[in-house]
């Protein structure tokens, strides 16, 4: 197996494209909290689109503490089949252009999304890694963006 940067960010970026559901885990003054959130992966920017309201105990703590972690993981009941992404990253509340721009990605990729007027959110990525079995039991792939992004 190969362990190149750009084949590793390959497999990677599959893996997020095919699956549309992640584990958002905030945190803020020893306060820790865990939510579900549909996605969109942004693959320009390296980073997932979510809608969640800004009330939210999730949302509140990310904007006092932008910094998350979490997983995108399918439910296998064959360990040879296991597939998933642990992942820690920023997130941040979409305003103007930005935001505007993800809504209708958002939308064309949920419909249902447009009865709504739920905020966007941009997590965007910084360091993931990506366990994949069904190439071998505990293959593991990495990625870190870089400190210029």
């Avoid at 095919?18 to 958002?24: A, F, I, P, W, Y």
């Avoid at 959130?37 to 990310?62: N, P, V, W």
């Amino acid at each position: 197996m190969t362990t190149d940067p750009k084949y590793s960010l390959n497999a990677i970026c599959r893996y997020l494209k095919r699956n549309h559901v992640v584990s958002l885990c905030t945190t803020n003054s020893g306060d820790l909290w865990c939510a579900s959130c549909f996605y969109l992966f942004d693959m320009e920017d390296m980073g997932l689109i979510i809608m969640s309201e800004s009330h939210t105990r999730h949302g509140k703590q990310a904007l006092a503490n932008p910094q998350v972690a979490g997983t995108i993981s399918a439910q296998t009941r064959n360990i040879a089949l296991i597939q998933g992404i642990q992942y820690t990253g920023q997130l941040h509340l979409l305003t103007g252009e930005d935001e505007q721009r993800a809504r209708e990605k958002y939308i064309q990729h949920f419909p249902i999304a447009k009865l709504t007027s739920a905020p966007l959110w941009r997590l965007s990525l910084d360091e993931i890694k990506m366990t994949d079995n069904k190439l071998g039991f505990g293959k593991k792939f990495f990625w870190q963006r870089s400190e210029s992004e």
